[in-house]
């Protein structure tokens, strides 16, 4: 048998990488002034949002500024947020990198043990059913014969039929059971109710877009605003 190797040296893991230490990072933007600063923004746009009539292209030339400012705060807090959020993100990145180099090997161990048990309850279940089938035969010849000549030339000999893989296991490191999955795959899609057939949304978009035309669907185009930085 021979032994997978693995991503990392058990025995020698703790030695190859530094002591687990500490780091400062920024934890509490509502103390930030730079935040608070932006938060001040946040107030009177929205007081001036809600004040706001568009009635004629005046209105809207100053609401259409008051968009554009939306847009550079939008950006400013996203920077401030990645501020705070990207050395938690790096951090979290690093430990989840190190837990895999643990679990990914435990993952591929618990699927071929798995694998090995599934295939040989598939395999005496198999077993099973052939013996099954052996001892149907057999007594249907046997009541063909009875019926033919009134009588058993010779007895009916029986297999002895395997008992049932158990469905439930009991272990010193925890107990095992058994479950049912269902399963599906469709072989006719012409039979299936037409609740079942959904339409693939992804390419009829990509038609619409396109400009072509689909029968049994109605395509039109709906005008929104989009923000571009100004020209440096």
């Known amino acids: 048998m021979t032994n997978t190797p693995l991503p990392f040296d058990p ?12 780091a400062l990072i920024h934890i509490d933007p509502v103390v ?12 009177a746009i929205v007081q001036q949002a809600e004040s706001r009539v568009v009635l004629s292209d005046a209105d809207e030339h100053d609401a259409a500024g008051e968009i554009a400012l939306i847009t550079g705060l939008k950006k400013a807090f996203e920077e401030k947020r990645k ?7 790096g951090y ?7 837990f895999k180099e643990y679990t990914d090997p435990l993952d591929r161990a618990d699927k071929m043990t798995k694998g090995k048990v599934l295939a040989y309850r598939a395999e005496r279940g198999r077993q099973r059913q052939e013996e099954e089938r052996i001892n149907r035969l057999r007594e249907e010849a046997a009541r063909a014969e009875m019926q033919l000549k009134g009588e058993l030339t010779e007895p009916v ?12 296991y009991r272990t010193i490191a925890g107990d095992l059971g058994k479950t049912l999955t269902w399963k599906f795959e469709v072989v006719d899609f012409a039979l299936l ?3 079942y ?6 390419k009829i978009r990509k038609v619409v877009i396109a400009g072509a035309t689909i029968p049994g669907v109605r395509a039109w185009q709906e005008e929104s605003l989009r923000v571009t930085a100004p020209k440096q």
Request: aromatic share 2%; hydrophobic share 35%.
């Open 197 to 202: 057939k959904l339409p693939d949304l992804v």
């Open 193 to 195: 109710p037409d609740d």
């Open 83 to 89: 501020e705070y959020t990207a050395p938690l993100n």
């Open 32 to 43: 930030d002034e730079k935040v608070r600063a932006l938060g001040l923004e946040v107030i």
């Open 11 to 22: 025995e020698n893991a703790v030695q190859e990488r530094p002591t687990p230490g500490t």
């Open 157 to 168: 000999n029986l297999v002895e039929v395997s008992p049932p893989p158990p469905a439930h």
């Open 92 to 98: 979290l990145k690093d430990i989840n990198a190190t």
